[in-house]
Each structure stands twice: as structure tokens, then as C-alpha cells.
């Protein structure tokens, strides 16, 4: 699929690769998905992972998304992303953190601060205030519409 001028990486355990076409691309076909400057993919085959990026991604995006999708630290999966996982995948669980009293103390001010919106019966229906009638329109002199 790509030819001998184009580069392609992939990681030791084949899970993640990166693509990267270095001839000429139709700027047209690369908006419209037909063609990618950068095709990143991760994960076993069947549940794979990708992101495509264009001639015109700058530099610095693409080279984070790809030290991004190499960087072996633990990512933070919930719900239905855990039951997704490949087997090759590792979870191990997390125990939240204990709150601190500043993070305490933050919530008690933001609970004082909030009301209670008042119940469809004792609301009072908004009436727009009378508008004025507008004034015929009369032609000035040597003006014409």
C-alpha cells in the first residue's frame, strides 16, 4: 500500500505503527480521507486503534500524538472501555485519591452557593411588556423609496 519512498515503524510487540507517505499528496484527497500524510495504528488486529494526520497537521501535533501513542505509562480506562480490552491488555485497579481539605472546603463553598430552581408552580410565566405602535411611514420631500 505504500511505496518504497514512504516510512512505517512499528513497536517490538506489533501493537502500534506508524505510517508516514513522503511523495506528493492531493491536498483534496487528504481532507476527504482518501489519503493521509500520517497514518498512526494501535492495537492487535480486529480492535485496532487510528488516527490520521494531513500535510497540513503541524509538526509539533503530529509528533506528539506519536510520542503519545508510544509512551508505555498506564492509561486510565473506564466502564465499557475496560470490558473492550485486547488480552494482551493489563488492568490493574486504582483506588481514588482521598480528598484533601482544600478539596473539602472547595466543595462545601460550592454547595452553600448553590440554590434550588423553584418548581413549575411557583414560577410566573413570562409576559412580554407592550410594544409601542410603530408609526406610519410618510414620505420627506425629494426623497423617494
Given amino acids: 500500500r505504500y511505496g518504497a519512498a514512504d516510512v512505517?515503524?512499528?513497536?517490538?510487540?506489533?501493537?502500534?505503527?506508524?505510517?508516514?507517505?513522503?511523495?506528493?499528496?492531493d491536498?483534496?484527497?487528504?481532507?476527504?480521507?482518501?489519503?493521509?500524510?500520517?497514518?498512526?495504528l494501535a492495537g492487535p488486529p480486529g480492535n485496532q486503534w487510528y488516527a490520521t494526520a494531513s500535510s497540513f497537521t503541524p509538526e509539533g501535533l503530529v509528533a506528539a500524538m506519536n510520542t503519545a501513542l508510544t509512551d508505555p505509562a498506564p492509561v486510565i480506562r473506564y466502564g465499557d472501555d475496560l470490558r473492550r480490552l485486547p488480552p494482551q491488555a493489563t488492568a490493574t485497579p486504582v483506588e481514588p485519591p482521598v480528598?484533601?481539605?482544600?478539596?473539602?472546603?472547595?466543595a462545601q463553598v460550592a454547595n452553600s452557593r448553590s440554590t434550588v430552581a423553584p418548581s413549575p408552580a411557583d414560577a410566573r410565566p413570562f409576559i412580554p411588556a407592550p410594544r409601542p405602535p410603530s408609526a406610519p411611514h410618510v414620505p420627506r420631500p425629494g426623497h423617494s423609496r
Fill in 8 to 25: 512505517s515503524f512499528e513497536s517490538p510487540d506489533g501493537l502500534a505503527e506508524v505510517h508516514l507517505r513522503r511523495t506528493r499528496l
Fill in 27 to 40: 491536498h483534496a484527497a487528504e481532507m476527504t480521507g482518501h489519503q493521509e500524510r500520517w497514518l498512526m
Fill in 99 to 106: 480528598p484533601t481539605p482544600l478539596d473539602v472546603r472547595r
